[in-house]
């Protein structure tokens, strides 16, 4: 089993960077593809960026591309979210996933979910 739980959420003015961290314990998340997605206000969970178990792959949203860079520090067992040059339409419930297969772009992929950090931004 692995728990995962999200930090570095909060309110941050257009233009300003917030970076998000996904804390793993129970186990090692080193053999798992570690996903982030997020879901705003009144619409469905979307997906926004997501590093292979090694590190070397990552995958971005359109939305986020260029602006958005993942990481992963396997030694930490934690997964990270730099967010640069935000939005007011990044404003959103960001959750970190991990899945033990690929991952990918799609929620049902990721077997383990952490609770959710608010990141709202603001104009």
């Known amino acids: 089993q692995v728990q995962l739980v999200e930090s570095g959420g909060g309110l941050v003015q257009a233009g300003g960077s917030l970076r998000l961290s996904c804390a793993a314990s129970?186990?090692?998340?080193?053999?798992?593809?570690v996903g982030w997605f997020r879901q705003a206000p009144g619409k469905e969970r979307t997906f926004a960026a997501a590093?292979?178990?090694?590190?070397?792959?990552?995958t971005y949203a359109d939305s986020v591309k260029g602006r958005f860079t993942i990481s992963r520090a396997n030694a930490q067992n934690t997964v990270y979210l730099q967010m640069d040059s935000l939005k007011p339409e990044d404003t959103a419930v960001y959750y970190c996933?991990?899945?033990?297969?690929?991952?990918?772009?799609?929620?049902?992929?990721?077997?383990?979910w952490g609770q959710g950090t608010q990141v709202t931004v603001s104009l």
């Open positions: 129970g186990r090692t998340i080193r053999g798992y593809t």
């Open positions: 590093v292979s178990w090694s590190g070397i792959s990552t």
């Open positions: 996933a991990a899945s033990p297969g690929a991952g990918g772009r799609v929620d049902s992929e990721y077997k383990y």
